[in-house]
Every structure is written in C-alpha cells, then in structure tokens.
C-alpha cells in the first residue's frame, strides 16, 4: 500500500487518514539533533495518537521487571522520555474547540519538505456551517537548535467568528510504554507572565533538569500585533490567551515561539533563564528570520548529501527522506550523543545506540559530514570503555563487552538472548574503527583511542571462545548472530568470523602504534595490565577458528545445524504468515529455517575483499530465498551484495524495500517510529550498491551500474577534506571535484587523476547491467 504521494522533496498525505495518522506523525517527525517531535497536531485532538516531543540524551531507567533474573542481567530497560509538549495551541472557534477527531476537515493536507526542514498542513474547516481555512508551518531550527516555531493561521472564508488562540506548555506527559502507566518527572516548576511562560522539569533517578519556554504573539487581518490578553499556570503547565475577532476574508495569525534546554548543557541554576532568553530572542528575529537561517542550513546540508535519481521519483523519494532524518537525528556535535533506533520519532527500543552506529551509520557520516562528526561516533564508545569491561565482568569474562543498548555504557536490553548472547555487537565497533581509519587515513586515531578499545574487544574474543582439541579449533559456543531468529546457537559463522577478524585487525594496529609511538603503545599496555603473551594466543586463535560450511552446497554454514531444520523458502510461505514476527509464535519461528536478516551476508559484505564473485553468489542465492526481511537492516546488505554479482534486478527491488520501509509500511510498524539506522544502510545501497563504491590504499573506487529504468544516478560525497560530485548515465560516469586538493581516483579498475580543474568522464560499462 502507497501511504504518500510520490514527489522529489516532499512527503505528502493528501486528505485526511484518521486511521493512519500515527503512521503519518512518525514519517513527518521533525528534528535537529538536540530535540524533535513527532508530526503530531498543535491543536486539540481527540483521535488515535502518539504526542512525542523528545530532548536528545534524556532518559530514564526504568527498572526491569522480571521474574526470572538471572546473574548479569541488566539493572534497568533505558527509555527515550516523552517530555514537555512545546507545540501545542488550543484553537476555539466561537467557543468551538477545533478537534479533526470529532470534526472532519476537507482539503486536508499533511507535507513534510524535506528541502528546507518544515512540517506544513492546510485544511478547511466547519463550525456552525461556516468555512475556514487553516495554513500551519512548523520547524525546529537547525541554526539555533534550542529554539522552534510555529506559524498558525485561520482564514473566515464566508464569515465573521470569533478566534481563540490558547498557546501553552504541557508538561503532564506519559510514555506510551511505561510500566503502569508511571509518570517519569517530578520537581515541575511552572512560572510566566503575559509576555513568557515556562515549565522546567526534573527527571525521576537520572536527574536531567530540561526547561522549556514560549512565547507568542498574533498578528490579526489589520497586521495589528497582538500581546496576549492574559497569562495563567497550573501544575505541569502554563498558557497564553489571546482572542480576535474576524469578518469574512479576513485572518488572523498566531507565531509560537518555544525553546528547549537542559542541563547537559547548561548550568541547572541558569535553566530558566536560558530558555526565557532563548525564547526572547527567537521572538524578536522572528518567524520569517529563524526560518531562513534554519533553510539555509538545510541548503548547506543538502550540497554535501544529497542523491539525485533521474527517471524514478518513488526512488528519489525514498532516498532523500532517509537522508532527511539521519541528518535531523544526529547532527554530531556532541560526543555524548549516539543514534538512537527511534531518533525523535518514537519510543519503541529505548537506549541511545545499538550496533547499528558502528555498522551501518558510521559509513554515511563519513562521506556526507566533517570527518570529526564519525570521529565523535568512535569517542562515544572509547569514553564508556570502563562500563564496557563491567559489562563483560558482569558475565565473568575479561575484557569488555560492549552493550547492546546503553544511553551511558551500561547494558540496559532486558531480552536474555541479546543481553547475554548476541555479543557479535563488539565485532561492529571494532570494524567501525577500521572502516574510519581506513576512509580517513586518521591512523593516529588508533594512538588516541583506537587501541584501547581494539585490545580489550580482542580480551573479550578470546576469552569468550573456547578450544576443542578433538578438532583442534578454536569455538564460540551459545550465542545470537545478527539473525535473530535464532537464539543460542553454536558456532554463529558471522560472530566466529567477525571475532577472528578482530583479532588479527588489532594485531595489526599493535604493530601500527609500536611503530608510531612505542610510549604511547607501553602506556597503553600497562593502563590495562597486558602481558605480550596474550597476543601469541589471538595469533593462534586466528588460525584456528572454526568456521562451519555446508560442504555439499559449498556455502558457509549460518551455524552448526542450521541444516537440521526443514529447509524451505520464503516464496513457499502463504503471504498471510509474513511478517512472520506478528503471525508466528516464537517457538515456530526459532524452529523455521526462515531468517530475519543478512547473517553470512553481513559478513561477506564486511569482509567483501575475501571473497570472489562466485562465493558471494553461492552463498547469495542460497540465503537470499530463505530471508524474510523483517530487519529493517537486512534489504540494504543483500542489494549491494546483489549488485556486485549482476542481480541488478534485485538489487533494485531490494533498494525500494529498503528506502521505502517506513514510506510503505513494509513491516506494519511505522506508527510506532522510524528505522533511523537502517536508514543509513539505505544510503549505501546507493553509494555502495549502484555507485559500486569502495576505498582501499587511500584511494576511492568506483564501479557502477544503472537500474534499468533509472536515466541518471548523481550523488554527492566527501572523501578526506574533497567534495566530489558522482555522475552516472547511460553512457558515461563522470566525477567531478568541487573542492579539495588533487586526488588518485579508480573507475572500472582504471586509475584516473582527479582534481577541480580535471573532471574523470569514463564511458558506462553495460555489462554490468546484465542479470
């Protein structure tokens, strides 16, 4: 089902969807990377909602409730908090509250503009038989990113009526998925005036303080600027009345200005104040001003991101919108922060960051941000090395064991076979710092932080296998792979690689830092209490892991027995059992052969140099059928790998499923919030997949294809301080530098010399274009 009309910079809900809407709030979220909200009504409504307004690193650790507790588990399940609600109006229209839950609105339309960050509805509406129209825009600034606004206007089209305006703050919120219904705050200060009002609240145990702030003026249809005509509080809220009468053809227009602040970044004692001054300001530049500056930044963003697909506008779509809501959730410039599986468009999963940042999100911020913006993604992760090691120590195992879910180090994922079991999580950013050095050349970052996290993921790798001298090998015994529709399974063949990788990668970087900085490199040894000898046994472990096949098939085995279950294919199941996450029961699913998402795959395509093109077809054609795909991860790892073996067809197919899983709804579960980190993965099915880009030996690679109904791929994509501009056509590639210093460049295997003055224009190679 189509849930938006198709357009290049829009998403569009054209008439009103009751039963969708939470679908609609969560795909016209807004966001700047500070705070966001989901795409929810400013005025009264009565119908199926979810109000979500959201402040970047604020949490609370709601206890895990349990009866089975086991040594180890997580203290407590982290939840992203549903804060103030800082965009909402009361609307009364001759003393009628304006609720499209009770009262339908005709020409409704609902349009995020992804090229300038604006949330816009219009509609019109009845009262008494009378018609007005309604024209309400939104954003929160990407420029000054503690301030937002609102711009609400109401038009008489055949009547006089009298309009209220009843801008206010509400800080009497709950989350959706606490448990019995427990409100998270406490200590709510409520204080204002006629001219500003604000609410400041404190979370329960963590003890974030965040202060919100508004303040509102309306222009009547004589451009009259009206103050407000009276000012009141109560518990958890605070509102402005402002009241207008209009004759027919005449409007009246309300400016809401709010701000957000916290006190992770800001003293607590100057919280208010900081956001009445916030507020003030944005007030008096006002909306028009904030707006520009906030679309300019937007502009900017979009120079050194942006896809352009000629011929497919559903693709183009697709594209620009998960481009769109990686930028509004992670923004970069602040290392305490992560990507969030919601972002600020939902609840569902809690926790700040999965593996997702380091294997998938990390190679998007790399070509479309300032190098320190990944690099910031690393530091996140070297800051709560400490809480990594008690992690593993929990679970009595050396090293560290990075969480699955954390907001501050701490393992806070309450489901025992991924708390415990799907430990491959360490080998993901143990490969994000590879892929970063890598596409930087910033090997001094394995002197800075790099080593200490690789030494003591590698402690963990080998204390967590084990040796079988009847096989003479090295084994990893219970564990969850990426597939997670099997749980506590032998010899996963992604972790087993993955950690034997690890290995050999930071005895690399061992031999990198020695060479570099011997002091540096004892410092780092004697931080924590490393004896040479331990890496004579990561050797060993290297050259012996086990990595089971299936022989006769000469594919890579997923884990040992996965060929004892009944082996059948996706197109074998009757449509009304997908997905199979909400027709299945869990028993079922974990006995099916049927995986969720790329599990050898994923590892192929990490490790994509190991393998030549037959080997990833075998193991492509016989996984790809057996793959529901109910991972938001899973379509953009097998359409890369489908593109590079000449399945075009499919990689293309597999590409719409990945750029338009929230859009269409693939999985029925958009209302609950986006798939931000798999949204990433989509931006390298184009980058990587179509482009046909790689990097090795500091040097960009090109190898590209056209989908057969595309009549040109442009993108856009940093590279070590360059902005180059990749253009792909029907008969030629060609890649331009905007700026940066001259670089060696390889397209179908031949090496070119690109710089600004030099364009590379090669002729298209159609025999890639060949299922």
């Not at 039963?19 to 807004?30: P, V």
């Not at 199926?48 to 399940?77: I, M």
Request: with cysteine.
């Amino acid at each position: 089902m189509k849930y938006v009309i198709e357009h290049p910079w829009q998403i569009i809900e054209e008439g009103f969807h009751p039963e969708d809407n939470r679908l609609y709030e969560s795909l016209m979220s807004l966001g700047n990377g500070h705070m966001g909200h989901r795409g929810t009504f400013e005025e009264d409504y009565s119908g199926d909602t979810l109000q979500g307004s959201y402040a970047a690193g604020v949490y609370y650790p709601d206890k895990t409730r349990v009866g089975w507790w086991k040594n180890g588990y997580p203290e407590y399940f982290a939840k992203v908090l549903n804060g103030t609600n800082v965009i909402g109006i009361h609307v009364e229209i001759d003393g009628h509250t304006v609720d499209l839950g009770k009262t339908t609105p005709d020409n409704f339309t609902r349009v995020l503009d992804m090229k300038e960050g604006c949330l816009i509805r219009t509609f019109t509406y009845k009262v008494n038989n009378k018609s007005f129209a309604f024209n309400i825009k939104r954003f929160v600034s990407y420029d000054q990113v503690e301030i937002g606004a609102v711009k609400y206007e109401i038009k008489a089209l055949d009547s006089s009526a009298s309009i209220k305006f009843t801008p206010y703050l509400d800080g009497d919120v709950r989350n959706e998925d606490a448990n019995y219904d427990e409100f998270f705050w406490e200590n709510c200060t409520e204080h204002g005036d006629n001219s500003v009002g604000s609410i400041s609240m404190t979370t329960k145990k963590t003890g974030f303080t965040v202060s919100a702030a508004m303040k509102s003026k309306m222009v009547s249809h004589n451009d009259t600027v009206e103050t407000p005509m009276s000012f009141s509080s109560k518990s958890k809220y605070v509102e402005h009345v402002f009241e207008t009468n209009l004759e027919s053809g005449q409007s009246a227009t309300l400016y809401k200005f709010f701000s957000l602040v916290t006190d992770r970044d800001h003293l607590f004692d100057t919280l208010e104040a900081k956001a009445n001054k916030q507020v003030d300001t944005a007030y008096s530049e006002g909306f028009d001003a904030l707006h520009d500056a906030h679309a300019s930044k937007w502009a900017e963003i979009w120079k050194e991101a942006d896809i352009e697909i000629d011929g497919d506008v559903a693709a183009q779509q697709g594209i620009r919108f998960n481009i769109f809501h990686m930028k509004q959730t992670y923004n970069g410039e602040d290392p305490r922060l992560n990507i969030g599986p919601k972002g600020f468009t939902g609840e569902k999963y809690g926790g700040s960051t999965y593996w997702d940042t380091e294997a998938y999100c990390i190679p998007f911020y790399l070509s479309t941000s300032r190098e320190e913006i990944p690099r910031n993604l690393l530091v996140y992760r070297y800051n709560h090395l400490e809480k990594a090691i008690e992690n593993a120590a929990k679970l009595g195992l050396k090293g560290a064991l990075y969480p699955m879910v954390t907001m501050n180090g701490e393992e806070c994922h309450n489901e025992w076979e991924i708390t415990f079991e799907e430990i491959h999580r360490n080998a993901a950013i143990a490969y994000g710092i590879f892929n970063y050095v890598r596409y930087t050349g910033d090997s001094d970052y394995l002197i800075e932080y790099g080593l200490d996290v690789l030494l003591n993921i590698s402690r963990f790798w080998a204390d967590r296998v084990n040796y079988n001298p009847y096989k003479d090998c090295y084994m990893m015994l219970g564990v969850t792979g990426p597939n997670e529709y099997e749980n506590n399974v032998n010899n996963n063949w992604y972790s087993n690689l993955m950690a034997s990788w690890t290995l050999e990668y930071t005895l690399e970087a061992i031999e990198y830092v020695k060479d570099k900085d011997q002091k540096a490199f004892d410092k780092i040894l004697a931080k924590y209490n490393f004896e040479t000898s331990e890496f004579t046994t990561w050797k060993s472990i290297t050259e012996k892991i086990y990595l089971p096949e299936i022989e006769e098939l000469n594919v890579f085995a997923q884990q040992d027995g996965y060929m004892d279950k009944e082996q059948k294919l996706v197109s074998e199941l009757d449509p009304s059992d997908l997905p199979l996450n909400q027709k299945w029961s869990w028993d079922r699913i974990l006995r099916s052969c049927f995986i969720k998402q790329a599990d050898v795959l994923q590892g192929i395509f990490f490790l994509s140099e190991r393998y030549d093109l037959d080997t990833k077809r075998r193991n492509f054609d016989f996984y790809e059928p057996r793959t529901v795909h109910e991972s938001s991860l899973s379509p953009c790892v097998y359409s890369i790998i489908a593109g590079e073996i000449g399945y075009h067809n499919k990689a293309y197919e597999l590409y719409q499923r990945s750029a338009r899983l929230d859009l269409d709804n693939y999985n029925n579960d958009t209302d609950d919030g986006l798939h931000i980190t798999s949204m990433a993965g989509t931006w390298m099915s184009v980058v990587y997949g179509f482009g046909g880009f790689s990097t090795a030996d500091g040097k960009p690679k090109f190898n590209p294809f056209l989908p057969e109904n595309w009549n040109g791929l442009n993108f856009h994509m940093l590279f070590r301080d360059r902005l180059l501009v990749v253009s792909i056509d029907k008969n030629t590639v060609k890649i331009d530098m905007v700026s940066g210093e001259p670089l060696n460049i390889e397209v179908y295997g031949n090496t070119y010399d690109l710089s600004v003055e030099t364009s590379v224009n090669v002729p298209t190679d159609h025999t890639r274009a060949i299922d």
